[in-house]
Nanobody, 128 residues
């Protein structure tokens, strides 16, 4: 099992940027894809971005494509979510989670996969 801890959230004005971090414990972190999700009050949790275990492929929800960038530093056991051009509708609690499939090569649809080892989340608030 991998324990994930998110950080980097905060309050930012529309158009601003934040970088979220997802730090993992456990030696097997580098063998698994990591995904980012978010949940706003009164809404269902939604997929945001994911990165394959070796950083070869990245996936994004349409709503963040071109504004967010997900990448990982396996030597640091960390996956980052760089968020630029933030909008008020990006306001949510952001979570990272681990794909339980060992060294998955690709996702057909990461939003439909079963994810595990969810972190506790970090709040992002974008003011207009």
């Amino acid at each position: 099992q991998v324990q994930l801890v998110e950080s980097g959230g905060g309050l930012v004005q529309a158009g601003g940027s934040l970088r979220l971090s997802c730090v993992a414990s456990g030696r097997t972190f580098s063998n698994y894809a990591i995904g980012w999700f978010r949940q706003a009050p009164g809404k269902e949790r939604e997929f945001v971005a994911a990165v394959i275990w070796n950083d070869s492929t990245r996936y994004y929800a349409d709503s963040v494509k071109g504004r967010f960038n997900v990448f990982r530093h396996n030597a640091e056991n960390t996956v980052y979510l760089q968020m630029n051009s933030l909008r008020p509708e990006d306001t949510a609690n952001y979570y990272c989670a681990r794909d339980p499939t060992y060294r998955r090569g690709y996702f057909v649809d990461p939003a439909q996969e079963q994810w595990s080892d969810w972190g506790q989340g970090t709040q992002v608030t974008v003011s207009s």
